[in-house]
Structures are given as C-alpha cells and as structure tokens.
C-alpha cells in the first residue's frame, strides 16, 4: 500500500553516512571560517558595541567573541540565512575589508558545501535507486501475477458453460 514511502526511507536510510559526513564537511569549513572571524571580524564587532550599535541586542557584542560563538552566528546568517544583514551590515559599513569574510564565507558555505552535499545526495538517491532493481522486479512479479488472477476471474465469468473455453 506505502511502497513509495517505504521505498524512500530505505534510500533515506542508505544515504545517512553520506549526510554525516557531508555535516561534518560543512561543520569543519564553517569552523575555518569561524576562526578567521574571531580573529578579524571581532574587533568590529566590539568596537560598534562601545560605540552603542546593536541596542537591545545582547549577543551581539559576542557574535564573534569565540569560535563557538563564530560557528553559531554563521550558521545563523550564512547556512539558515537568518538575520545576514543585522550583524554583517553594521561590521563591513564599520570595517569595508570584513566584506571578504563575509562573503567569502557564503560563497563557499552555501554556494560550495552545501550545493556539493545536494548534488552528493541526489546522487546517493540514484545509486540507491539503480540497486533497487531487485526490488522493482518482485513488485513487477507480483502485479503481474496479481493482474493474471484478475484476467482469470474475469475469464471464468465469462465462460457460461464452465467447459474452459469461450
């Protein structure tokens, strides 16, 4: 009755290695990326917050304060997208270069990592898909056979005598 959705769990379920390591890729650049911001990004971000920027923002100030706090900001602003302009805007208006890690890290996060791990992933599905021929056939067998039954009652229904031919 679900063989669609029982069909692509099992692909699922056969591409999670690939979705593990695919996090980890995306972790480890995402980190690279942190460690550059905390190093260049951070004394913006705390000289706009003497100056009084981010008003009632209070993790703001320590956006960038860490690699910890590095990898949770671009994940929120370059991977979710969320809130890009509210610390970024701010920091390259206040420091123009900064723009290169910004940027730099969106282009290779999310135009890189995560357009690769896409096309690793449909590519995975297709591989999986390809295997389950064995799959497809027994489900071929048993409409066929299905489908025979059904020709055969409506033969039998058709045979007024009952002497097998029509």
């Known amino acids: 009755v679900l063989k669609e959705l029982r069909r692509l769990i099992q692909m699922m379920g056969g591409c999670f290695k690939t979705l ?19 190093e ?14 981010w008003q009632g923002c209070e993790r703001c ?3 960038f304060a860490s690699v910890f706090m590095a990898d949770i900001t671009l994940f929120q602003t370059v991977v979710a997208g969320d809130s890009w302009g509210y610390i970024a805007i701010p920091v390259i208006e ?8 910004f940027i730099g890290s969106l282009m290779t996060l999310v ?4 357009n690769l ?6 590519d995975v599905f297709a591989e999986s898909r390809e ?10 067998e048993e409409e066929e056979t299905e489908q025979k ?6 033969f039998r229904g058709i045979d007024a005598d009952g002497g097998g031919t029509l």
């Open 20 to 38: 593990f390591w695919s996090c980890l890729l995306l972790f480890l650049m995402m980190t690279v990326w942190a460690v550059i911001a905390v």
């Open 40 to 53: 260049l990004i951070n004394p913006t971000v705390q000289q706009i917050a003497d100056e009084g920027g």
């Open 61 to 63: 100030r320590r956006s």
């Open 94 to 101: 206040k420091n123009p270069p900064t723009a290169i890690i």
């Open 111 to 114: 135009f890189g990592v995560l």
């Open 117 to 122: 791990i896409v096309a690793v992933i449909v």
């Open 131 to 140: 295997r389950d021929v064995f799959t497809r056939a027994s489900e071929l």
């Open 149 to 154: 039954a059904a020709l055969g009652q409506i």
